[in-house]
């Protein structure tokens, strides 16, 4: 079993940077991909960013990208999500996801996911 614990959400100003972290307990990830996903109010949840065990390969939604890195350490178990230029429709809770089988961005193929942290951008 796995435990996935986000933290770095917050309230920022439109254009301004935020930090996520997610830390896994309960055994390694570090040769699972990790992924971070989004829920708006009122949307579904939506695919974010995701990163392959090794960190050697990431891909991210067309509406994040170029503002949005995926990283991860894992000699610490831990994955991150750098938020640069923050827009008010990145609002949403942010949720770390883990894959044991494959790097994907199909959230119906995540085995684990935190609880989720709120990041919300005023205008």
């Known amino acids: 079993q796995v435990q996935l614990v986000e933290s770095g959400g917050g309230l920022v100003q439109a254009g301004g940077s935020l930090r996520l972290s997610c830390a896994a307990s309960?055994?390694?990830?570090?040769?699972?991909?990790m992924g971070w996903f989004r829920q708006a109010p009122g949307k579904e949840r939506e695919f974010v960013a995701v990163?392959?065990?090794?960190?050697?390969?990431?891909y991210y939604a067309d509406s994040v990208l170029g503002r949005f890195t995926i990283s991860r350490d894992n000699a610490k178990n831990a994955v991150y999500l750098q938020m640069n230029n923050l827009k008010p429709e990145d609002t949403a809770v942010y949720y770390c996801?883990?894959?044991?089988?494959?790097?994907?961005?199909?959230?119906?193929?995540?085995?684990?996911w935190g609880r989720g942290t709120q990041v919300t951008v005023s205008s």
């Open positions: 990163i392959s065990w090794s960190a050697s390969s990431t």
């Open positions: 996801a883990a894959n044991q089988r494959r790097y994907t961005d199909k959230e119906d193929e995540f085995d684990y």
């Open positions: 309960g055994r390694t990830v570090s040769n699972w991909a």
